[in-house]
């Protein structure tokens, strides 16, 4: 056992390990924290610490942090170097601001955000049209990485006209030579929000409060099977038959 570890060159503490699925009061914790995000994104991890310990959790600040990290939660407020960009990754300007949205398909955009499960997290992608606020498309992945953003590009453009502009923050997924090669193959306007301005994308950080607040938030899922298909349900509902104020 040690020569085959030796020769695959992986350590035998690695070969032994078996993951432990966060305990209840850590699922709770997330819960806690990404529900008072939406409330308050410029709480840090001293006001997040402060916040749990009002609801009866005894956590220190760098159990906090640890579990900001987690969910991928920074507080919002001007600082230098609010996100560092991959050196090999070319990072776009937006082009979107004093820009009238006249007409569908003449603005999408995209975002991640964490959806919590009964014993672990996955990450949404979505795809929206900026003028009928229509998901276009979406998946969810237990891995951060760029393929599963890229698959639902793809079938955005599959099957919808090619937008002029496509919006999307400064993350690597987004930056990826992957996923913009495949922009410009469609010959798309790529844009991109500025860093720390998250109202840059603020349709689609409208959409995460929806899904969170009308669907994870009010259902136990067991696994990722079962979120896609609630998921899957919810996009229906709310492309069909959710009204829109603002469109009337």
Same mark, same amino acid.
């Given at each position: 056992?040690?020569?085959?570890?030796?020769?695959?060159?992986? $350590? @035998?503490?690695? /070969?032994?390990?078996?993951?432990?699925?966060?305990?209840?009061?850590?699922?709770? =914790?997330?819960? %806690?924290?990404?529900?008072?995000?939406?409330?308050?994104?410029?709480?840090?991890?001293?006001?997040?610490?402060?916040?749990?310990?009002?609801?009866?959790?005894?956590?220190?600040?760098?159990?906090?942090?640890?579990?900001?990290?987690?969910?991928?939660?920074?507080?919002?407020y001007p600082k230098p170097k609010l996100s560092e960009s991959h050196p090999e990754h070319q990072i776009y300007p937006y082009l979107l601001r004093g820009v009238d949205i006249v007409s569908v398909n003449q603005v999408w955009s995209t975002d991640i955000t964490y959806l919590p499960v009964f014993r672990g997290h996955f990450y949404l992608v979505a795809?929206?049209?900026?003028? $009928? @606020?229509?998901? /276009?498309?979406?998946?969810?992945?237990?891995?951060?990485?760029?393929?599963?953003? =890229?698959?639902? %590009?793809?079938?955005?453009?599959?099957?919808?006209?090619?937008?002029?502009?496509?919006?999307?923050?400064?993350?690597?997924?987004?930056?990826?030579?992957?996923?913009?090669?495949?922009?410009?193959?469609?010959?798309?306007?790529?844009?991109?929000?500025?860093?720390?301005?998250?109202?840059?994308?603020?349709?689609?950080?409208?959409?995460?409060?929806?899904?969170?607040?009308?669907?994870?938030?009010?259902?136990?899922?067991?696994?990722?099977?079962?979120?896609?298909?609630?998921?899957?349900?919810?996009?229906?509902?709310?492309?069909?038959?959710?009204?829109?104020?603002?469109?009337?």
């Amino acid at each position: 056992m040690v020569r085959q570890c030796q020769l695959l060159g992986v $350590s @035998r503490s690695s /070969l032994y390990y078996q993951p432990i699925a966060p305990s209840g009061e850590e699922m709770t =914790l997330l819960k %806690l924290m990404d529900q008072q995000y939406l409330r308050t994104p410029f709480y840090g991890s001293r006001r997040m610490k402060a916040y749990l310990q009002t609801q009866g959790y005894t956590v220190n600040r760098k159990r906090v942090q640890r579990l900001m990290r987690q969910l991928g939660l920074q507080a919002i407020y001007p600082k230098p170097k609010l996100s560092e960009s991959h050196p090999e990754h070319q990072i776009y300007p937006y082009l979107l601001r004093g820009v009238d949205i006249v007409s569908v398909n003449q603005v999408w955009s995209t975002d991640i955000t964490y959806l919590p499960v009964f014993r672990g997290h996955f990450y949404l992608v979505a795809i929206m049209d900026w003028f $009928s @606020r229509k998901v /276009l498309s979406w998946r969810v992945s237990n891995t951060m990485d760029v393929y599963f953003c =890229l698959a639902a %590009l793809e079938e955005a453009l599959n099957k919808y006209p090619i937008p002029e502009i496509f919006n999307s923050d400064q993350g690597s997924q987004f930056t990826a030579h992957a996923f913009t090669d495949c922009l410009k193959q469609a010959r798309v306007n790529i844009s991109m929000d500025g860093r720390g301005r998250c109202h840059d994308n603020i349709f689609i950080e409208r959409l995460w409060r929806s899904v969170k607040w009308e669907l994870i938030y009010l259902k136990a899922f067991e696994d990722g099977q079962h979120l896609s298909q609630e998921v899957k349900n919810w996009f229906h509902w709310y492309n069909r038959q959710r009204p829109h104020q603002l469109l009337g």
